[in-house]
Nanobody, 127 residues
Framework: QVQPVESGGGSVQAGGSLTLSCAASAFTENTNCVVWFRQAPGKQREGVAGIYLGTPTDTVYADSVKGRFTVSRDNGKDMVYLQMNSLKPEDTAMYFC???????????????????WGQGTQVTVSS
């Protein structure tokens, strides 16, 4: 399974929490960087959080989610998670998981570098 599969989206009120999951077989064999992107209607796809699957683990976050979102991994289960706390209405978007063989580096927020994308999971935050 090359394409990631996202799950865990839903509808919550502002201040609530959700945890998204990203699954892909053989994650650690073919992937060094996994990034969560989101796209709201009429807006560009933006990088939210990324994680390096090598050792030691390294994570990166967009300023808009720092302190609220946490990206983590479970290599044994080929899973990457996005824990989202203190959700705001502006977090409403379709969330995608993308994987890349190269390390995340400074270009982790550049969507065109990623070849493998999931179908997305919708997150809706109401005020």
């Amino acid at each position: 399974q090359v394409q990631p599969v996202e799950s865990g989206g839903g509808s919550v009120q502002a201040g609530g929490s959700l945890t998204l999951s990203c699954a892909a077989s053989a994650f650690t064999e073919n992937t060094n960087c996994v990034v969560w992107f989101r796209q709201a209607p009429g807006k560009q796809r933006e990088g939210v959080a990324g994680i390096y699957l090598g050792t030691p683990t390294d994570t990166v976050y967009a300023d808009s989610v720092k302190g609220r979102f946490t990206v983590s991994r479970d290599n044994g289960k080929d899973m990457v998670y996005l824990q989202m706390n203190s959700l705001k209405p502006e977090d409403t978007a379709m969330y995608f998981c993308a994987r890349d063989p190269a390390p995340c580096g400074d270009s982790w927020i550049w969507a065109p570098r990623f070849s493998f994308w999931g179908q997305g999971t919708q997150v809706t935050v109401s005020s």
